[in-house]
């Protein structure tokens, strides 16, 4: 605790120093401030007030921007050198560069401020000349003189022609040609600008106009110069014209006959291109400014001496202002790609750093950001890999488990833990042989303890998942190593389980199929002549003793009545010949019905037809079985081979009427119940045939399908074969389910639309 509060009294004396500086600092900037201001001469009388202050405020702004500029001088070294106390990354090498280029740059600048700062003092003091200020006053005089002169020819050459014209009578009408001829002369003689002559009513009468002269320029006759000079008086004046002057001077013309009655004027004009009254103008300004500009000599020398120290320090920041950029420009981008290594380290791959030109340092920035972009891509197309691989274990029909280089289960997909038995949440991470079925066990012990152990083992298993036995073809592959060698890490091994137990339905059906043609064709040929042979022993016999006995013996008789001890022995002999022969000949017809399947014909037909039909055989047939019917109304038409399904529906319902026998049943009332549905969605119509019977064990209900194979005393096995490959070749499914309360359900999908199938369901 008292550390803690150590630290703080610390702080907060560092803190009370800091302000006691910048109070210090704010005090004497305003103290320097003051001073200067009370140096200033004094403001003249004759000077404009506004002009005073304007000048006194860009000193005064002068001065603010010489305090900034050594406050962000000031403010970049102490920067400097904080940073580098603090031990910031490029912290030395900035306060190097800010001081190098400092020193570099107060040295020019100090001397370029005292050469200026001459160079200064004598041009401003040669401004400030005597001999200027008499210089303008004489152009001020010049240019009156110039204005009086040029209204004094005016009227003077009004005054000529008005006589000239009074003399020579030349208003009258019978003159005026003598009139233009004498204005066109006179103008170009004297070289006037324009020439007017009005009559007494105020009517233009001749006008003439010299080619350097403007239009426009003309007097109105409503003008205030022709009203005073039709009253006998000679005018003088000046007129602006836009930008112009025109010197007007104007004379009375008096009549031949009387000079006292005005009969006219006349107005003689000169063009003056610049206004001379603006050229008077700007030189009284002159004069003015000028004196004005004497009085604040010592104030404009000072605001130039603090301009030169401005761009003085402006050269100093900027050289600090540069030395921290380059420093900046040279370690931001080293701090930059350490920052980036920290994060590419903690994972994160979308660091980028901005670019910072093209030079060595940029390109080094450049390869970094191509370094993550690549980085990015690269898990980018291991994601999706992964996925891929995911999405491909997750819908593939075999079986993948990844086991690790010490046998824990690392990968499982979904269809290996329908195969195996297993849950991935409760194997993922532990030993196989903690998790896989005995026998699985010992095949994997096997291959892995192998001395050479190959790349890639297979080997068949049956395992026992549910009560149910399936057999699967396992293949591990050892992962690691090179192709060619075989060497290298061992990274684990992968183990494809692949479920073999159709195929081998499919092969031992095929087989047995080769068996039964072969059976029938070797077995049924000798059974004829044997039957035959002993049919004719039993009539010989029969003939024998009939004749040897003659009439003592009853008509009829046969065999049965001879009282030879071999007759009754050739007798039970004979006949248990032949039946055993029918019983063959059965068998083998069965065989070659399994064996050669004739070739199905479907045709469109209404399976609850055919259902109804084979039904109502069979309820006739076995009055002691309730048969139920639960047909679909709205059930499509459905290409069928109606002898080859109905041969299959009656071996079915042979199976369910067995199952329901007394032997075979548990005491309730024999029960079978046959119904068709229509599953619209996937567009499979169904037929079912569903007892009450004893039910199917579910370790046998694999093999129920298979050839020979029987749990009925006196079966041949083929029918539920037979059942199986007429639904086949209809493209559909047989499927096998418990019926509730007990018995079986045995399922015939078949489909509506042109949807291919070739498997069975057990």
């Not at 239009?215 to 000046?238: C, F, M, N, Q, Y």
Request: glycine residues 6%.
């Amino acid at each position: 605790m008292s550390d803690t509060s150590s630290a703080l009294q610390r702080n907060e004396s560092k803190r009370r120093r800091r302000e006691l500086i910048a109070v210090a600092i704010a005090a004497a900037t305003l103290v320097a401030f003051v001073l200067m201001q009370t140096a200033l001469p004094p403001l003249s009388s004759h000077t404009s007030l506004i002009s005073n202050l304007v000048v006194i405020l860009l000193f005064d702004l002068s001065f603010l921007l010489l305090g900034l500029m050594l406050l962000l001088v000031g403010r970049n070294l102490a920067k400097a050198i904080f940073e580098r106390r603090r031990g910031l990354i490029g912290s030395k090498l900035q306060a190097r560069l800010v001081f190098g280029f400092i020193a570099v740059a107060i040295v020019p600048s100090a001397f370029l401020l005292y050469v200026a700062g001459s160079f200064l003092h004598a041009d401003i003091d040669s401004w400030f000349d005597p001999e200027y200020g008499r210089m303008l006053d004489d152009s001020f005089e010049i240019a009156k003189v110039y204005y009086l002169n040029s209204a004094n020819n005016a009227a003077h050459f009004a005054r000529i022609l008005s006589g000239k014209i009074t003399n020579r009578n030349l208003l009258a009408p019978a003159n005026h040609a003598r009139l233009r001829t004498f204005i066109e002369q006179a103008q170009q003689e004297y070289n006037l600008g324009t020439v007017e002559v009005f009559t007494a009513d105020r009517k233009l009468l001749m006008f003439e106009l010299s080619p350097s002269t403007p239009t426009g320029i003309g007097v109105s006759p409503d003008s205030a110069l022709l009203r005073e000079t039709l009253k006998g008086h000679a005018v003088t004046r000046a007129d602006r014209f836009g930008k112009s002057d025109v010197i007007r001077g104007s004379a009375p013309i008096f009549s031949a006959t009387d000079s006292d009655d005005v009969a006219g004027a006349i107005v003689v004009d000169y063009f003056l291109p610049k206004s001379l009254a603006a050229r008077a103008a700007g030189i009284s300004q002159a004069v003015q400014a000028y004196f004005q500009l004497r009085i604040l000599h010592q104030p404009i020398m000072h605001s130039y001496i603090l301009a030169l120290v401005l761009i003085g320090l402006a050269v100093v920041l900027l050289a600090s202002w540069f030395g921290i950029y380059l420093a900046r420009e040279l370690t931001g981008p080293i701090k930059s790609l350490a920052e980036g290594t920290h994060a590419l380290a903690a994972g994160n791959l979308n660091y980028e750093i901005a670019p910072v030109g093209d030079d060595e340092v940029g390109h080094l920035v450049e390869s970094f950001n191509r370094m993550t972009s690549d980085l990015r891509k690269s898990r980018a197309e291991l994601e999706q890999r992964r996925r891929y691989t995911e999405t491909l274990l997750l819908n593939v029909s075999a079986g993948v488990v990844g086991l690790d280089r010490k046998g824990r289960i690392s990968a499982i997909n979904p269809c290996a833990e329908r195969m195996l038995g297993l849950h991935a949440a409760d194997v993922l991470g532990r030993e196989y042989s903690k998790c896989f079925d005995l026998h699985l066990q010992r095949s994997l012990d096997d291959i892995f303890a192998s001395a050479a152990r190959p790349r890639e083992a297979r080997c068949a298993l049956k395992l026992e998942i549910g009560g149910a036995e399936i057999e699967l073809m396992l293949t591990a592959s050892r992962l690691g190593g090179d192709d060619a060698a075989d060497e290298g890490p061992d990274l684990g091994t992968v183990l494809f389980f692949e479920d073999v137990s159709q195929i081998a339905k499919i092969e031992r059906m095929e087989a047995w199929r080769e068996v039964a043609r072969r059976i029938a064709h070797e077995i049924k040929n000798p059974l004829t002549p044997i039957q035959l042979s002993a049919e004719r022993l039993r009539r010989q016999f029969s003939r024998r003793d009939a004749a040897a006995l003659g009439p003592a013996l009853p008509a009829g008789n046969g065999i049965e009545a001879l009282f030879d001890p071999y007759a009754e022995l050739v007798d039970e002999c004979t006949r248990t010949i032949i039946g055993e022969v029918d019983d063959l000949k059965r068998l083998v017809d069965e065989f070659s019905a399994f064996a050669r399947m004739p070739q199905l014909n479907p045709v469109p037909g209404n399976l609850n037809t055919l259902v109804e039909e084979t039904v109502t055989t069979f309820r006739e047939a076995h009055g002691e079985v309730r048969f139920e019917l639960e047909l679909e109304p709205a059930l499509p038409i459905v290409a069928i081979d109606r002898e080859a399904l109905k041969r299959a529906l009656v071996n079915l319902l042979d199976n369910a009427v067995a199952a329901t026998k007394p032997d075979g049943h548990n005491g309730a009332s024999p029960q079978i119940r046959v119904s068709t549905a229509l599953d619209s969605a996937s567009g499979v119509v169904t037929l079912e045939v569903a007892d009450n019977g004893m039910g199917i064990e579910p370790r046998i209900r694999p093999r129920i399908f298979e050839p020979y194979f029987s749990t009925r005393q006196g079966g041949t096995g083929l029918g539920l074969a037979i059942v199986a490959t007429i639904v086949t070749d209809h493209h559909g499914f047989v499927r096998v389910r418990d019926n509730e309360p007990r018995g079986s359900r045995f399922q015939l999908e078949f489909p509506v639309k042109d949807q291919q199938f070739m498997k069975i369901s057990a």
